[in-house]
């Protein structure tokens, strides 16, 4: 079957990007240029490296310019909390921003997506909300076959995806969590953050004393080809686990998933949690159900250049 065409860009083409610094490792155009194109919209999405120093600025800019949605990765995500002008209760209630929808009032008076208003006037205003968190578990599930529920489980990292997947897994009922991350102090905070929120979760920080059911790791080492494995695999062999989810699926497969195969653990890579918060962002900017099928062919077809994942 031929790819549907996009259509010309002109002066009415609503936009959307990604913002992140790196950048140039994002699929997220592929998934969402392929899923306008698919349902006739004229709309694009673009990848721009913004500094974390300039997310203010650079947000500024999309409300002035008409912009209808962002995705912020690595590093803003914590940082853009401070920056919306309303919150979700998913950002609130994970602690991140991932998906930004601009917003102004429509004929009555009612704050609407920018993305569904042909002429507004007035104010835009930034609401932020996080679709990473049901994303990673959706992925955990479908792509892992992992159940979170009752599971012993090894997180690492503590940043903004790190600190959205530990909250919504103790919200799932983990077991037992154990937070590691580079800086300690940020897992400290968060083991007491998830201890105060969710008291039937046993959290405790560094490696376990036991096996556990997965890891998951959610820092950004792995991304850049010299980047070292984030786990000490001396002090916690990775056979101790039954399965591996990196967070990164560019590269397809990091240091960590290679020893994770190579130990006999079933793996997965980001994409699945990639596609998932993808939809979902879609769905707030253009409340049209998101084309999931055709927004997996395109990132597959990005990540691994062919048809198929492995
Ligand atoms: N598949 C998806 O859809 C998806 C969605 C969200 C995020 N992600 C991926 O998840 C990762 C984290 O994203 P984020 O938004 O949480 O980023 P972030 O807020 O910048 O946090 C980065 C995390 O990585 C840790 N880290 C960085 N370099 C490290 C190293 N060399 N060794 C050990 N730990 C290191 C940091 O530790 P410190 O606290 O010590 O700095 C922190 O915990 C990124 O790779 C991102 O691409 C994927």
Redesign the pocket.
């Known amino acids: 079957m031929s790819e549907p065409v996009p259509k010309p860009v002109t002066a009415s083409t609503r936009l959307a990007a990604v913002w992140g610094a790196p950048i140039r490792h994002s699929a997220s155009p592929a998934m969402h240029n392929a899923a306008f194109a698919v349902l006739g919209l004229d709309w694009r999405y673009l990848a721009c490296e913004v500094e974390p120093e300039r997310l203010a600025v650079a947000l500024e800019g999309a409300r002035v310019m008409g912009f209808c949605g962002v995705n912020l ?3 803003h ?2 940082l853009a909390l401070e920056m919306m002008d309303v919150l979700d209760p998913s950002a609130e209630a994970w602690g991140a921003v ?1 998906t930004v929808v601009f917003e102004a009032e429509n004929a009555e008076g009612v704050w609407t997506p920018v993305g569904l208003l042909k002429n507004f006037r007035g104010p835009v205003r930034l609401r932020g909300y996080n679709t ?1 968190a049901d ?1 990673i578990v959706r992925s955990l599930r479908e792509d892992l076959l992992m159940e979170p529920r009752g599971a012993r489980v090894l997180l ?8 959205a997947a530990a909250l919504r897994l103790a919200d799932e009922g983990v077991e037992t969590l154990w937070l590691q ?3 300690e102090s ?1 897992a400290v905070e968060l083991a007491a953050e998830i201890a105060d929120r969710f008291p039937a979760v046993d959290v405790r920080t560094g490696l376990p004393d036991s096996d556990v059911e997965f890891i998951l790791n ?6 850049k080809a010299e ?2 494995i ?1 786990l000490d695999l001396e002090a916690y062999p990775v056979a101790r686990a039954d399965a591996v989810y990196d ?3 560019r590269p397809s497969e990091t240091p960590l998933l290679k020893a994770a195969r190579e130990a006999g653990c079933r793996t997965a890579n ?2 699945g ?2 596609l998932y ?1 993808g939809a979902a962002a879609f769905e707030l900017w253009t409340q049209r159900p998101a084309p999931i099928e055709a927004m997996r062919a395109a990132l597959v077809r990005e990540v691994y250049g062919t048809g198929e994942p492995r």
């Open positions: 990765t690595v590093p995500k914590r991932n990473d994303a690492l990292g503590a940043g903004g995806a790190g600190r991350n580079r800086t940020k959610a820092t950004s080492s792995g991304l980047d070292p984030p967070m990164i699926y980001g994409l949690m990639l918060q």
